[in-house]
């Protein structure tokens, strides 16, 4: 079986799907936070660390609901609920993330780019799966 024919057929299941579109997600969400923070920080001339509190609250925000609704089509009304779930998720991959990367630089040395691309993969992993099996599951009629 060809590489091609592999992935094709993989991108069928429906895990594949939404890993594709969370990371599209992703992809939106960084590019959300950045013009934001850019322009808080260098338009409206906030403060920087103000600027990064706002643009990450608009980022995760946005990503919430495009995961909650592109990603995993949730349609549960308990949105209160998924969103503090969500940004539990979050600050867990916060701190999972930084602990690899501090892990990766300081006792292990290893080139600080090439750590954040490792924690980046782990995180991403961690986030998707814990908001696919957590925040956004689905509830079983029995």
Known sequence: MSSELRIMKFLRHEIAQQFVKFCLVGVANTIIDFSIYLLASRILHFFPLYANFL???FAMTFSFFANKYFTFQNLEKK???????FALVNIIY???????????????QLYDLFAKVIAII????????????WTFKKDEAI
Do not use: D, E, H
């Open 79 to 85: 949105v209160k609920i998924q969103y503090l779930k």
């Open 122 to 133: 782990i995180g991403l992993f961690w986030n998707f799966l814990a908001n696919r099996y």
């Open 94 to 108: 916060f701190l999972l993330y930084n602990s690899i990367f501090w892990l990766l630089t300081s006792p292990y």
């Open 55 to 57: 643009s990450v609250l």
